[in-house]
């Protein structure tokens, strides 16, 4: 009778469904709580306005979804191939007359079938709720198909991740383990090496990695993209493609694999090493990570590498060797550790030539450079804001400016209180990019670099997009008043708008470089609305013709702070503003006792007065302090000035 | 039948077979004995092609067992701890059985719950041990198995269902030429079902008899002389033990026994006595040296 020894086996069929059945259940039962009863509630509620209307599918108690998405399948995988990890099941399942390749064709297509079954019985449902109630303010039938597709890819996926690692490993308990740490390994150990990278490599561009490249390295980071609709069919496309290479690697493993290694944390012995030093080497990159952020210092980083990897190593064998007692095999180690110095010792010295890498001059096409590398990557498409279009600076002599910087950065070591850091990235001739990012203590200490570069016209194009503005375009000016103070500004006059858009734009091409990166406070918080899009800006103190035209205009009064607007304020020889601890306000009585002992002086003068609000800054660090004492309202602002704009009286009265 | 050819099994560092080669005819019933930890398990597992063997080869009618599903459902493998499918009743793991096996009787099965007598319809696990033990035999009996792998099957079993399970194999022995490989680490247990003997220890196989020719071929020897005992009295004699008891000398010797009893008549001894040994005896003499371990089979 062929048919009994066929690729079909009811039987196998059967006691499949008895032992796993239930998940399947589980999981509809999960899915309808989930999504449509959450609709009918929505449906039936009275205040329906209350809700608001969920975006797509996943966006009914994504949690739940999420939960089930990733814990049913493994779960799945776990008890379908339980036989392989319980001796007796094992021994007998293997005794039978059914080849290796049969017994896995009909668990994993049982457990696709237990995730698929209860996902489309769902979609029915909602097909049915879909035409027969008014729910097409709830989903579209595309958001339905997506939903289908995207639960099916996904579930599947981590069933079969779950199956692969079923197959490597001869516990269960290990198995769920396992599977979860594979399914998070792409994406924890790129951010492990990025961190490290950057405290080994000067100028490694980490978070530049980090916040970018990474974030699609593991299916668990899908759960934002799911409700945003911005999962795309290509990843799809890439988890169902693994889906069928897990498939068939857990196949050949399956095949290979020796059924006495049941009970084995590892089911290949060849394995062992792999995942012992594979632990030691992750755990050593966390361990570096966990000092080096929390103290930045190169010998916190040493010690985490070697408490992280000490640990990893131990934590490795006693898994498996299933015992505590594995202090024994220190000899493994100590290989261990000196390999991992001489590669230190090479990083040290720079043997892939990645810090001194310098493009020549001739090669770079063009260059960004910045904080960080967000600006950089800005979308175009920002629907609310107006956005530079311009992304890189090509100018030969910024060229040359940023070739100079970045050859001075290689040159100097990692200050140790680095405070800020300047993102550099090449775009190169022959279409590669290079990138890197300095952590410096401040970056007026390479002015000289700097100052050509943020003087250029294209560099100030990018980061002042009202230069790339017209004035007939735009709609609308508001100013707002830094301080507080409730008058406001607004000129929406066609003529008056274009005139101040040309002071404006006159007033940032001439600005220095110290203009643009002085800490003096803004005079007001500027609103620019062209096309219904906004562009943001700051009124800086160096703004001289736009002060002069609202000025001329009678305008001015009501852009910034005047000294008509304070009562007065208290400038003080000292470096810190006393404050009453409970209220946080400017402490009276101490204000009233400097200006006795004559280290303070209290200006009153409306002259003075504005000459002090165009020269402050924000917040007391300075040599000298100042509170300034609105009229309306009892809110007192500190402030300080920094030289060289510490006005002439005060230095003259308060020596 | 059964050819196992120079085999050899590590399990990691620890090599549990060593070049185990023997084989089975058609229609016997061979007994493997061998202490705790022998790896008789191990072999027969890789006999029954749930394990592979590192080094030399397992051929059942002259095929590989491993991955060979014509092969594999000709065997049956009862291990020394049983599987059941969990909530399973003994209906439902006949019908499993029915399904898998190409073989399976389901006449045979129904006249076996006579035998048997458990209820078909109860769950398995709920079962007494020995009673999980019969139903497995029964299950086994009905797939109509060519070759039975039995591993320490008699454990647990009352004598009254020892004797019905030893007669039921026996039968269809004689029968149906069924094959059975039977593991044991006593040897009382199976000598009076077996027709061959082998003997596992340390992962070797170091003796291995056909039980008849076993019985027939040592003997022990009982002689005496008036005189002193001749010089030349074990010449051309496989002595395997030599004892003196006052003037009579016990000997156990092997070889034909007409053979032996000519030898001894030549050196005309006043007394001259041959006797037949026990199975036990026999081993006992013959392993000699090996040590403890062949007393613990035996006991």
Request: glycine share 6%; hydrophobic share 45%.
């Amino acid at each position: 009778m062929p048919s009994k020894t066929s690729w079909f086996n009811r039987e196998i069929i059967k006691q499949s469904l008895r032992n796993t059945g239930w998940l399947g259940i589980v999981y509809f039962l999960g899915l309808v709580f989930a999504i449509p009863l959450r609709m009918l509630m929505n449906y039936t509620s009275v205040n329906e306005d209350y809700y608001q209307s969920p975006s797509n599918l996943f966006d009914y108690q994504l949690e739940i979804q999420v939960f089930l998405m990733f814990g049913i399948p493994i779960l799945l995988a776990i008890f379908l191939f339980r036989y392989l990890h319980v001796k007796n099941a094992a021994d007998f399942m293997h005794s039978l007359p059914i080849k290796r390749l049969n017994l896995y064709n009909h668990f994993v297509s049982m457990g696709v079938l237990i995730l698929i079954v209860p996902i489309i019985m769902v979609s029915i449902i909602l097909l049915i709720l879909y035409s027969s109630l008014n729910t097409e303010n709830y989903f579209t039938l595309i958001q339905l198909g997506e939903w289908v597709l995207i639960t099916v890819v996904m579930t599947v996926f981590t069933f079969l991740a779950t199956v692969f690692v079923g197959m490597i490993t001869g516990i269960s308990a290990i198995q769920g383990l396992f599977s979860f740490i594979l399914l998070i390994f792409p994406l924890g150990i790129s951010v492990l090496i990025a961190f490290n990278l950057s405290f080994l490599l000067h100028g490694f561009p980490g978070d530049y990695y980090l916040n970018k490249q990474f974030e699609k390295y593991s299916p668990f980071t899908i759960v934002d993209r799911l409700t945003n609709n911005t999962m795309e069919s290509i990843e799809i496309l890439i988890y169902f493609l693994l889906s069928i290479l897990l498939y068939i690697f857990a196949l050949q493993l399956y095949k290979l694999r020796k059924i006495e290694m049941v009970s084995q944390a590892l089911g290949f012995p060849q394995l062992k090493p792999v995942f012992i030093y594979g632990t030691t080497f992750c755990m050593m990159l966390f361990g570096g990570v966990y000092f080096g952020e929390t103290e930045h210092h190169f010998l916190w980083i040493l010690f985490g590498y070697a408490i992280g990897s000490l640990i990893g190593f131990f934590v490795a064998q006693m898994i498996v060797e299933k015992t505590w007692r594995v202090f024994k095999n220190i000899r493994g180690f100590g290989i261990y550790a000196a390999t991992t110095a001489i590669f230190f010792l090479l990083f040290q010295f720079d043997i892939t030539g990645y810090e001194s890498r310098l493009p020549e001059i001739e090669e770079i096409q063009s260059f960004y450079i910045g904080d960080n590398h967000y600006e950089y990557e800005a979308r175009e498409d920002d629907l609310t804001f107006f956005v530079n279009k311009k992304k890189s600076y090509s100018d030969p002599e910024n060229i040359q400016a940023v070739h100079d910087l970045h050859q001075q950065l290689i040159s100097e070591k990692i200050p140790k209180n680095a405070n800020e850091q300047i993102f550099i990235l090449y775009e190169l001739k022959d279409g590669s990019k290079q990138v890197r990012e300095f952590k410096v203590a401040s970056k007026q200490s390479y002015s000289s670099y700097l100052k050509p570069i943020y003087e250029s016209m294209e560099y100030k194009e990018h980061n002042y997009p009202l230069l790339t503005v017209d004035g007939p375009d735009v709609d609308l000016i508001r100013f707002q008043p830094s301080g507080r103070i409730s008058k406001m500004l607004t000129v929406s006059d066609p003529k008056e708008v274009s005139e101040i858009i040309e002071v404006i734009q006159a007033d940032m091409q001439n600005q220095t470089f110290e203009d643009m990166t002085t800490e003096r406070a803004s005079l007001s918080f500027i609103e620019v609305s062209v096309h219904k899009k906004m562009v943001q800006l700051e009124f800086k103190p160096s703004y001289q013709k736009l002060k002069d035209l609202l000025k001329s205009k009678d305008m001015l009064k009501d852009a910034i702070v005047t000294g008509d607007d304070l009562r007065y304020a208290v400038i003080f020889k000292e470096t810190k503003v006393e404050r009453d601890p409970m209220t946080q306000e400017v402490d009276e009585q101490w204000v009233d006792e400097k200006i006795q002992q004559g280290d303070a002086i209290k200006v009153t003068e409306k002259d003075d007065l504005e000459k002090v609000l165009s020269n402050y800054s924000h917040g007391d660090k300075g040599e000298y302090t100042l509170a300034l004492y609105y009229k309306n309202g009892s809110y007192t602002e500190v402030g300080h000035f920094t030289e060289p704009f510490v006005p002439e009286f005060v230095k003259q009265q308060l020596k | 039948m059964i050819n196992v050819k120079n085999v050899s099994k590590r399990f990691e560092n620890q090599s549990v077979l060593k070049e185990v080669h023997f084989s089975i005819d058609k229609g016997s019933i061979y007994g493997l004995l061998g202490s705790n930890g022998a790896g008789k398990t191990t072999l027969l597992k890789i006999i029954s092609g749930i394990l592979t063997q590192d080094k030399g080869h397992v051929f059942i009618d002259d095929s590989p067992v491993f991955e060979q599903i014509q092969i594999k459902d000709k065997v049956v493998f009862l291990p020394d701890t049983l599987y059941f499918f969990p909530q399973y009743t003994i209906r439902q793991m006949a019908e499993f059985y029915r399904n898998i096996y190409t073989q399976w009787n389901e006449e045979r099965f129904q006249r076996l719950s006579d035998v048997f007598e458990i209820d078909i319809d109860k769950k398995i696990h709920k079962l007494s041990k020995g009673m999980q033990r019969q139903v497995a035999f029964w299950l086994a009996m009905s797939a109509m198995p060519e070759i039975l792998v039995l591993d320490e099957p008699l454990d647990g079993l009352d004598p009254v269902m020892r004797k019905k399970v030893k007669n039921l194999l026996v039968q269809d022995v004689a029968e149906r030429e069924m094959t059975v490989l039977i593991s044991s680490h006593n040897l009382r247990e199976v000598e009076d079902i077996c027709d061959h003997i082998g003997i596992l220890h340390k992962g070797s196989i170091i003796l291995e008899k056909d039980l008849d020719d076993l019985k027939s071929d040592v003997h022990k020897v009982q002689v005496a002389f008036k005189k002193n005992v001749p010089n030349k009295l074990f010449d051309n004699v496989d002595l395997l033990f030599k004892e003196e008891r006052g003037s009579v000398l016990l000997c156990i010797v092997r070889g034909n026994q007409a053979d032996v009893m000519m030898h001894f008549k030549t050196f005309e001894p006043d007394i001259f006595d041959i006797l037949p040994l026990t199975l036990e005896e026999i081993f006992i003499y013959e392993m000699g040296g090996v040590g403890y371990a062949i007393k613990n089979i035996l006991v």
